[in-house]
């Protein structure tokens, strides 16, 4: 009996993604547009550290069911005087920047604005298509009550959408105020803030549960399909059907944001507290306007909620009107791809003090698998480098000269480094997109000349070489020219218009 | 008695440091040129998950006796089978690439060259200037033993170098092969893996130890400075011996590559394992020379080891040679800003099946901080957007327009968005580095004008404004121009060349 070695298995985590190629290079220039947005607007941009300590990253995630509330943490090694503090992953953006901002604030321009990107994880159940890290990009103001920076916010994220790629018909931006709701629960005399909460993230899934999900949850409770039994706010039935009117006070996709928030105040039932926040909105309103931003760019939408806790007042939500269809054909709503809001306590939970925010936070891994499902702001297929071809050992100071020449015209090239023959090495050259091939064989050498291979022309037919004679055959896209001028050749292949696969 | 608030206190975990302004800028600049580099040499982008399984990642740090050995780790929650599995934080992008190419070598062109870049997480004792998160940018090629691999790993180093700002005499690549060693241990008879291991991390402190002390580590063991005993790989006396003859064989820098491989070889004591391990740099040399790569841009050098375990032949390390100056004006030695080296069997951990592979990692926070304290390749003095004051909340339409229309032109600008005075606007405008103000006061729209403030010219007389009354006082720099010549009068300053501060 012998030990067999115990070898690992070649997998990444569950709920975690490898990308790579087109995929990746699309997601990279979405940043690379939005963050342009962002700074063309006066973001400066912030890199915080991955890792917040627990107590400041707070608990503001709807996943209170979920191990470590939906965040991935651990304890720090102790200190030198012994401590071993909790930290935790970021889930947002937002909850590092808060920290920053209060451990910082005597000595930043005020109001700060800033930009950042970057991973974010989420220790939520993953499958498929659902991951545990994405990327998001966001822009938030720090220090302004105005409702001015909010309408700011508003207005650079229709621009994001559109610097995306997303022409202005294909998004909408939809704009609420949490001191709605908050209203209806004073006028409807709830005060317990675990029961605001639930129903918060009840009315959350109102798009897509539909009213009578939502009012099970509001009330005693609901039971899913699979059989899983949620707990309800245990709302009175009477506040359960004044957030029914109010829901459903503008529910017409015709109306202006003036027109829908008339509709909403004369549903009644808001209070005080609610038309202080109708007053917020009208100021966001009459800002909009004054920043031009069209009415159907950004529309009043008493359904928004957003799932966040930090939430105070406006709150606003990214939507995708593309319809896609998913692998099988089935059409697919994409829903929201970021959404943001004001949270006017989250730096004050520090300080003590005052100092109301606001901002928004594109996920950027869910727009760019959006954009890329509707074929629509998806990279080019990627080229790759111009491949030379290696044939002998004795000739490689030749290969390395002349890839090297590529490379200092400015043109992608690599050498061949593996140990394959001809046949693979044409079939590598079109796996990994290569425009061109350049074949320096003994004969071409000792003639001084060069043969240079159009892939991207020829690239269907260089895919179905069969064999070595085959592909010695005359075909399209082949040239032989004097070695002096191989980087002119290669440059008139390489500038050409491309041909995608 | 009452309950006071308890709240968190606002720090980023011990460790982990926040960037902005010119610094995070530059860091990215380096980031983006070396990627360039990489892309000319033929190698595509990879992005691989934060976390990686714990098994799938390794043990192959230098910190054995830190928690978790140097590594970030938790415990995932339980899947559908009950299972919660170890997942850990990578370390390096490099062992996320042996575990990528495990996975999809079938699908992968080969050999593979990919580049990446991002954070890594070591969980190292903090302290001052040491972080426990920092930037790497790689590029690797598996699937080829060829020696023109690692040649071409090695050149492209030496440009990315030169990419990220440093002149060709202000940094070297520094070679060697951990078979040497392989070859010492053999001939002296040394056979325990622990002991071996033990041993190349001494001989990895010979630049900070001197011989003394790695001879020291080689035998029974060291106190250091501190009173820390570290236990020695306890090599036989005649073996110690033959190490400190075979790192002193090499130590003129005037040597030539060829020439240092023949005074290693006269050194005696390697065996036919360090023969072979001498061959394979003379390959290593002939292809760097085919590529034309200076002998003093790399080097061979028989000191260089490299603290990862993984590696299995050939060894790089490139250092600054820039001598910079601390805090308090002491000299500061840099050392290395990046490494790599052949690991062959680490994608063999996975297959069982030989896959030969070689890389180089930038350090790239190590290689931003070094060419900051040398005052080289550090980004300009950030230029923030133009800042449109606010005075009245009755002109915010006016405000609105002027800032929309200079970003229409491509021109960053903001209005300013808090609640303070002229005075306060004008000290806001100042430190975020605005290039003008635009003032838009009721005079003005009254009369169809607008008042632009250069303060790229007059920040040094901005920054000293004692109150409204000499703020208001004619200064230079400051223009009152018909309202429709906004766009053109800001572009004036924004276009002129730079007067940093």
Chains 1, 2 share one sequence.
Not at 11 to 17: D, K, M
Not at 179 to 202: I, Y
Not at 345 to 364: H, I, K
Request: aromatic letters at 8%; glycine letters at 10%; a negative charge.
């Amino acid at each position: 009996m012998t030990d067999a070695p115990i070898r690992p298995e070649a997998r990444a985590p569950r709920g975690f993604a490898d990308r790579r190629g087109r995929d990746l290079i699309a997601e990279r220039r979405l940043v690379t547009r939005v963050s342009a947005v962002y700074e063309r607007w006066g973001f400066e941009p912030l890199d915080t550290g991955a890792f917040e300590y627990a107590d400041a990253l707070g608990k503001f995630l709807p996943d209170a069911d979920r191990p470590n509330e939906g965040v991935f943490a651990l304890q720090d090694d102790p200190d030198d005087e012994g401590n071993g503090e909790w930290m935790a992953l970021r889930y947002d953006l937002t909850a590092p920047l808060a920290r920053f901002a209060a451990q910082n604030w005597e000595t930043l321009p005020k109001p700060f604005r800033r930009y950042a990107f970057g991973p974010v994880w989420r220790n939520e159940k993953p499958g498929p298509g659902r991951f545990r890290e994405f990327v998001q990009c966001d822009a938030d103001t720090v220090g302004s009550d105005r409702p001015e920076a909010d309408a700011e916010i508003i207005a650079m994220a229709c621009e994001g959408l559109q610097a995306a790629g997303l022409a202005p018909d294909l998004a909408v931006v939809r704009v609420s105020n949490r001191k709605l709701f908050d209203g209806l629960f004073e006028t409807g005399g709830v005060e317990d803030a675990g029961q605001k909460l639930t129903a918060l993230r009840a009315i959350d899934k109102y798009d897509r549960l539909g009213w009578e999900g939502v009012a099970a949850l509001l009330g005693e409770g609901r039971l899913d399909e699979s059989g899983d039994y949620t707990k309800g706010a245990q709302l009175p039935s009477k506040v359960i059907g004044a957030i029914e009117g109010f829901l459903a006070s503008a529910n017409s996709p015709d109306l202006s944001r003036a027109e829908t928030l008339d509709a909403v105040a004369r549903s009644g039932n808001i209070g005080a507290v609610g038309e202080a926040a109708l007053a917020e909105l009208a100021a966001i309103d009459a800002a909009l306007n004054a920043m031009k931003v069209d009415q159907s760019a950004v529309r009043f939408d008493p359904t928004i909620v957003r799932g966040l806790e930090y939430y105070t007042g406006a709150v606003f939500e990214a939507e995708l009107l593309l319809e896609t269809t998913d692998d099988k054909g089935r059409a697919v709503r994409f829903g929201s791809i970021g959404g943001g809001g004001r949270y006017d306590d989250l730096v004050a939970r520090f300080t003590g003090e005052r100092l109301p925010a606001t901002g928004f936070s594109f996920g950027v891994s869910r727009l760019a698998s959006a954009l890329r499902a509707a074929g629509r702001g998806a990279a080019d297929a990627v080229r790759g480098p111009v491949v030379v071809i290696a044939f002998s050992e004795a000739d490689m100071q030749h290969y390395l000269d002349a890839v090297a020449e590529l490379r200092n015209a400015g043109v992608a090239a690599e050498l061949y480094l593996g140990r394959a023959g001809m046949k693979a090495q044409m079939k590598y050259a079109d796996r990994r997109g290569a425009p061109a091939a350049v074949i320096l064989g003994g004969d071409e050498i000792a003639a001084g000349q060069v043969t240079v291979k159009d892939l991207d022309a020829g690239r269907a037919l260089a895919a179905g070489i069969a064999d070595n004679e085959a592909w010695k055959a005359e075909r399209p896209g082949q040239v032989v020219v004097p070695r002096t001028d191989l980087v002119a050749t290669v440059r008139r292949i390489v500038d050409a218009p491309r041909t995608d696969a």
